[in-house]
């Protein structure tokens, strides 16, 4: 799992960096990219059903922009991500891995995703 949380930040950096150059072919295949990454986490959580977030592409955009946002606004992003969280479960639990200093990241998905 964090292997996933980790391709889904990186990708976001990825994709923030494509939206500054207006390189929309990197945009949309990093889009992409996320939204595959994000279907395995519901994979890895059976609990809930899909969600909005997958099926409401406006939702994806802005979730990936906030998080592209962490490395030069961070208040802003997370304030952006939390916004996002109210709407969606998975969302509010990556906003809260996010925030959470990596080194606590498994013990936190362990309380998160029990296997």
Known sequence: MNDIIDNIIK?????????IESNRKKVNKNAAKINKLIRELYKLN?????????????????FVGAMGLLKRDYDKAI?????????????????????CNKDNR???LKDMWPE
């Open 11 to 19: 990708c976001s950096f990825e994709y923030e960096k494509a939206l």
């Open 79 to 99: 304030n952006k991500i939390i916004e996002l969280s109210e709407k969606d479960h998975i969302v509010s639990c990556l906003a809260f891995l996010i925030k």
């Open 46 to 62: 059976e609990d809930y059903k899909l969600s909005t977030l997958l099926n409401n592409k406006n939702l994806v955009v802005q």
């Open 106 to 108: 498994d013990e936190l």
